[in-house]
């Protein structure tokens, strides 16, 4: 592995480039390449794509956070450059993370002919976190579909394990082509889309696709709006599921009967679960102790120690009662003071809210730079599990 991370290299100019570039030709093996933390100009990624194409066997291509104040008209160039490389290096990568790299809709010009080629036929990871993708999304899904197209038609497959798109503005037209998408691979293990502005409509695409994808072992929609409709398409399609280990359903407003259904749909049948995310989805305290009773029969009287939040909830003046029910058990409600009150103060709260998305959305958005906000979200199943104190899995993507 050559990593760069952090080293806020600044690289304008080809010469700029060209220390990484030399330490980039010289290593002997180089199946892993950092970039992250650094920023590349438009000449300096031509004269690091020329060092790529000494690598064919280059796998892992680690290059969030890499694009600090460029313009987002440069940035698609400087993809080419480096998708590029590794087409005509003919190497086979099976790792792509470009997160935190702000780019927009026209970024995905710059991905799209390697996300269709040989070189990624091999794909298992595919991290495209807030990168605002938008439009885009559908753009990414096309690809991946054209790439799966190709991959057979050349007698390969084409199994992308874990897909990660948080905060890109998806919404529901992105998440119904991500869903075609997800359909047609079928061998998906990780899908993280939270932050997306997927409303009903989209979730329940999603959520059909998943049935089509038996292996998945998380799926992450937090902060999206599923509402009951949602809730209930994914509930249908949770028993066939069986390896599901992480569900964040957080902040997804679901409600009482969404989360209901979700909570009886999850069973003994479940038995790799190990983290459930109800937290912020105006449940009553009838629901929280509805839950809370499922949750020690189903999990806890086996001894299955599935950690399950749910704070942030409307148990109202009931929420000391529901959390005594919760006592000496995995499930955590939170504080009284992080409780949202009663049910019809929280549904007052979010009429008034609803319609200020896509508002705080345009407010956050770049008009000309690229501004990198670093920092991950937890995009995938060990991150996730870590940060709740869960155990930590064994990596399937090899460390060099």
Known sequence: MLSFLDKQIKMDSADDAESVAKQIEE?????????RGNTVGVEAGRRLAQALEMHPELERCLWSDMFTGRLKSEIPPILRSMCSAMINAH????ELDLSDNA???????????FLVSKSAYSLQVLKLNNNGL??????????LLKCHRNASADGHEFKLKTFVAGRNRLEDPGAKALAEAFTVLGSLEEVSIPQNGIRAAGICALARSFRSNPSLRLININDNTCTVEGALALAEVLDDLTEIEVLDLGDSLCRDDGILSISEALSEHHYKLQFVDFSGNELSAETGEAVIAQWKEVFLSRGQNVKLKMSNNCFGSQFHEVKEMAESTPIDLGESDDDEGTLSECSDEYVESEGDYEDEEED?????MQESHGGDDEGNLNDLLNSIGGLKFADTQGRD
């Open 103 to 113: 780019f927009g809709p026209i970024g995905t010009e710059g991905i799209s002919q």
């Open 27 to 35: 290593c002997p093996t180089l199946r892993t390449l950092e970039l």
């Open 134 to 143: 938008g439009a885009g999304g559908k753009t990414i899904a096309e690809c």
């Open 91 to 94: 190497c086979h990568i099976t």
């Open 364 to 368: 956050e958005e770049e008009e000309g």
